[in-house]
């Protein structure tokens, strides 16, 4: 007797869900360009006038490496003194750079529904990746591990330095990468690390930039949107200890009082400890290469919720990371982990949207509810982190 149903086959229903998700990805586009469209000035507070201008809000020089700083010197040579074509520009150079970013999926081997399917995670922020220039030091870092992973190392370092030059993050994944080199050393190994050092010196000596920009993050204070100040206002509204919100540079960061005033130093040391530790135990484990994405992975998730500086668009160093771990087997054809993780993913996507831009204004006045919701975001960081790093050696993370 036939089997009855809505579809013949398993190919037709596979092409019924692709499609249904193209569909939604393109009405979800349409609406973020229209948006852009109809956009006619650009205010002084946005982060693309200060591209624009190469100056901080402060009134100082940018703070950024020199691969983002010559990036905005190229737009603004495209856009000229047109500040509205430059933000346009950007975000189109931010879609585009989001559209390779699919593109080196499916060059991993992911399936092309699985991939369709799992980046709708990130769909709630599509928004801010077209506002932000993250994704470009995200697409190198992931570049950067693929290859690696690939047995193209040299130029897994190549492209995790590019990223680093763009934005610092991509160089907390440097001790993952030494950790395999140290493992099998050899004499490739010796001349691959000593021309990643090199390049790195001569960079930093070279190009003040970048040690500013170390410089000027290292000294920043707690955010308000950080795991840290989440704990700090909640403990503020029980036993007032008269912390309250500063905008400074750019972003609200919190006043603390003298007794906490180690805090954002001792935040930086915790979030660079993190990173060494989770390096260390995948060298102490073998530093395998099949598990070298799940540590990769847990590296992004870790710097982000160690982070004393978190704005939103961090968040997608985990939300792109875990793409592959959630698509592992690569080439199977069922997801290899239980599907709520997609459905976690996309809840911290859609809390963090909330948090900000939609509640960033309650936040910064400390609202309760706004408080309830970073905590809701910061726990489901927490608790994905946690579950992944406790199954870390899970078989379903091979490949």
Known sequence: MAKRGFFKDESQKREFFLIAVSILWMFQLVYC?????????????????????????????????????????????????????????SMLASFLV??????????????????????????????????????????????????????KRMEGWLALLAGAFFKVFPIFFAPLFLAMELKDFNRNSAIRIAVAAAISILAFNAFQDNMSTVLFHSARGIQIESVYSNILLIANGIFSLGIHPEYNYGGYQLVLPPFLDLLPTLALALQIGAVLAISALFWLEGARKEKFFIYSFLIAFAMVLTCKILSSQFVFWPLFFAIPILAIPWKGKKFAVPLMFPFLFFGLSLVTEFVYPFGWGKLVEMSPDAILLLTIRNLLLISLFSWFFLNRNNKLFEN
Not at 35 to 45: A, N, P, T
Not at 102 to 122: E, H
């Open 33 to 89: 360009f229209l948006g852009f469209s109809l956009l006619d000035k650009v205010g002084q507070g946005e982060d693309q006038y200060y591209w624009f201008t190469l100056q901080n809000p402060g009134g100082g020089s940018l703070s950024y490496p020199f691969l983002a700083i010559s990036y905005f010197n190229f737009l603004h040579y495209l856009s000229g003194d047109n500040l509205l074509l430059f933000y346009r520009l």
């Open 98 to 151: 989001f559209l390779g970013v699919l593109a080196l999926f499916l060059k991993m081997g992911i399936d092309p529904l699985k991939l369709f399917l799992l980046s709708v995670i990130f769909q709630p922020q599509l928004l801010i990746i077209l506002l932000r220039f993250d994704i470009i030091p995200i697409a190198l870092s992931l570049l950067a591990v693929w290859l690696f992973h690939s047995g």
